[in-house]
């Protein structure tokens, strides 16, 4: 049996006698000496990235950001545009290849800007016990001349099926995070989603008790 394939049996036995609701393996950090040993690529700089076993086997989940001039006529920086990228790699054979990639940006120049993971609040999960994992990705991007909104996203995805809650906060030093406009993909908000968007939803609730 060649190694892959045992590692993605073994990844199988584990999630099927997993008992905990909702519960994925671990997800353990790698750092980019790990991934450039597997000529795993990433455009920027490096934020993280996390190994994840399930059962179709070994991935990688990487998270990268990216600062380069505007396109803008009114641009004064070379760091005035910002991408955000998660990509998330398979091992097919033992070779890596991109299954996924949420991808987002700001281009503002002049005005103070931002765009950062929630890093803390990224989750690893098998809602719907399939033995596949959910990845679900919050982050915000700003572009403002002073205290405003944060436009703030929680994807998650899961092969092809992507869903997503996007709206605003605005986050303060002292206090929770005011709530702005919130939007639901209409899939999510199907029943069958109803564990999705539970899930979400608690992870947006964490992210506006933020304090900054």
Known sequence: MKPNSLRIKTAALLWLGCGIAGAAEPAPKVDAAYL??????????????????????????????????????NADSDEDYLEL?????????GRWRVEWTVRDNVDCPILDHNAE???SDISITDLNHDGRSEVTIPYKLFCSGGVDYSTVKVILREGATKLAIRGELEFHDHAPALQGKRQ?????????NAAYKRHMDAIWKTIARRRE
């Open 85 to 93: 990228a998660a990509t998330y790699y398979g091992n097919r054979d």
């Open 184 to 192: 639901y993909d209409a899939a999510l908000l199907q029943p069958a």
């Open 117 to 119: 993971f929630f890093l």
């Open 36 to 73: 450039a040993a597997r000529h795993v690529a990433y455009s920027g700089k490096l934020v993280e990235a996390r190994r994840v076993d399930d059962r179709d086997g070994e991935h990688l989940l990487v998270l990268s950001r990216k600062a380069g001039p505007s396109q803008m006529q």
